[in-house]
C-alpha cells in the first residue's frame, strides 16, 4: 500500500524567511502533484511532478521531485503572509487497475507571521 | 468550459433523509472521482468512473451510493448518513490524453460540497 509522509504538519514562518516541506512516499512513482487548500476550500494545483529531476517554479514556491529516493521538496523562499495555507503532496498510483489514485501526504499547515 | 462544478456548495441533511450531490465536467474527460475530505485531514478517494463505468470503489459505506449517468455528469446519492459523514466531498476529473491510459494524467477538482448530517 503506498505510503505518503509530510513533515513538517506544523509551520511556522516569519515574513522574508525561507523553509522547505518534505514529501516522502513509500512505492516507485514518477508522478506527484503539490495543492494548496484554503480554509474552507477545494484544492488548488501548485505543481505536475512527472519526472525524476523535475523542478518547477512559480512565484516564491519550488518544487523538485526525487523519483530515486521517492523524495518531492516543496521550497518557500520570501514568505509573505499570503501564503499561509494548507499544501499537500499527493502521489498517483498511475498502475493499470488504480485509475490514477492520489494518495496524499497528511497535510502542511503553513501560518506565516510579520 | 474549463472546471468543474459541484453542486450544492453546502448541504445540511438529517439521517433519515435522502439527497444528492452533483459534478458536472464539459472538458471531455472520461475519468471522475469522488473523494471524501473530514476536517484538517487529507482527500480520501472513494470511487472512481472510468468511461461511465464504477472502476474502484474503496469500500464505501452502502449509504453511499454514485452513478454516473453520462460522460459529463457524476452523482453520489446519499441515504441514511451518520454525523460522522459529515466532510466536504471532492469531484475530480482526468483526461485521457492520446497514447496514455486512465490514470496517467492530472485530475481537475471541483469547488467541493460541504456536507453537515444532524
Known amino acids: 500500500e503506498l505510503k505518503v509522509e509530510q513533515n513538517p504538519l506544523f509551520l511556522s514562518m516569519q515574513e522574508g524567511k525561507n523553509y522547505t516541506i518534505y514529501c516522502n512516499y513509500s512505492t516507485t512513482s514518477d508522478r506527484l502533484y503539490w495543492y494548496r487548500q484554503d480554509p474552507g476550500k477545494s484544492l488548488e494545483s501548485l505543481f505536475v511532478?512527472?519526472?525524476?529531476?523535475a523542478v518547477k517554479q512559480e512565484g516564491r514556491l519550488m518544487a523538485s521531485l526525487d523519483t530515486k529516493a521517492r523524495l518531492s521538496t516543496l521550497h518557500i523562499t520570501a514568505a509573505v503572509h499570503d501564503l499561509s495555507a494548507t499544501y499537500f503532496c499527493a502521489v498517483q498510483d498511475a498502475g493499470g487497475t488504480s485509475y490514477g489514485k492520489l494518495t496524499f501526504g497528511q497535510g502542511t499547515i503553513l501560518t506565516v507571521h510579520p | 468550459d474549463t472546471e468543474v462544478t459541484q453542486t450544492p456548495k453546502h448541504l445540511v441533511m438529517g439521517m433519515t433523509n435522502k439527497k444528492s450531490l452533483k459534478c458536472e465536467q464539459h472538458?471531455?474527460?472520461?475519468?471522475m472521482y469522488w473523494y471524501k475530505q473530514k476536517a484538517k485531514k487529507p482527500p480520501e478517494l472513494m470511487f472512481v468512473y472510468s468511461y461511465e463505468k464504477l472502476s474502484i470503489n474503496e469500500s464505501v459505506p452502502s449509504r453511499f451510493s454514485p452513478e454516473c449517468p453520462n460522460s459529463s455528469l457524476l452523482n453520489l446519492h446519499l441515504h441514511a448518513l451518520q454525523p460522522e459523514d459529515s466532510a466536504l466531498y471532492l469531484c475530480a476529473s482526468s483526461p485521457v490524453r492520446p497514447g496514455t491510459s486512465i490514470g496517467d494524467n492530472e485530475q481537475f477538482f471541483g469547488p467541493g460540497t460541504r456536507l453537515t448530517v444532524l
Open positions: 511532478l512527472l519526472s525524476n529531476g
Open positions: 472538458m471531455g474527460h472520461r475519468a
